[in-house]
């Protein structure tokens, strides 16, 4: 009976990893750190975006669509709205990270959110990835 209950047991941990969507969203996180935290109206920052892999056996899938699109307040001037992999940093990158450029308009707390459609993949599966971040910017 002992061993029963060890082969359940095992049995059940397999099916719980043998989901390729919850490995998908576990094998990356979206770092947003390196964008520009305060500006003054009228200065100029960034809105920086990288993709962090965390689990090994899974990459951004490098042919596969990839688009990330930037929904400002009124307080921040995006250069540009819309990016794609041809915009990365590095477009050959395992890790890929975006850039745009913004004008701080006006005073306050301001709140961008980038919107990143993209691919995870390992040997196994691909898995279409659909994420939101929150990147905030205080305008002085």
Not at 26 to 39: E, R
Not at 87 to 95: F, H
Not at 119 to 134: E, G, I, L, N, Y
Request: proline share 6%; hydrophobic share 45%.
């Amino acid at each position: 009976m002992t061993h029963l209950l060890a082969l359940t047991a095992t049995l059940a941990t397999v099916v719980l990893s043998d989901d390729p969507g919850a490995d998908a969203a576990k094998a990356y996180v979206l770092d947003a750190s390196a964008s520009t935290a305060s500006a003054k109206v009228g200065e100029s920052g960034k809105l920086v975006l990288a993709i962090r892999l965390t689990a090994p056996g899974w990459h951004v899938h490098p042919q596969a669509p990839l688009k990330i699109r930037f929904d400002a307040p009124p307080g921040l001037r995006v250069e540009r709205a819309e990016l794609g992999r041809r915009d990365a940093l590095d477009p050959k990158a395992a890790e890929p990270r975006f850039e745009t450029a913004f004008v701080a308009t006006a005073a306050g707390a301001q709140e961008s959110k980038a919107t990143l459609d993209f691919f995870m993949c390992s040997d196994a599966a691909c898995v279409k990835q659909t994420r939101t971040v929150a990147i905030p910017v205080i305008v002085r």
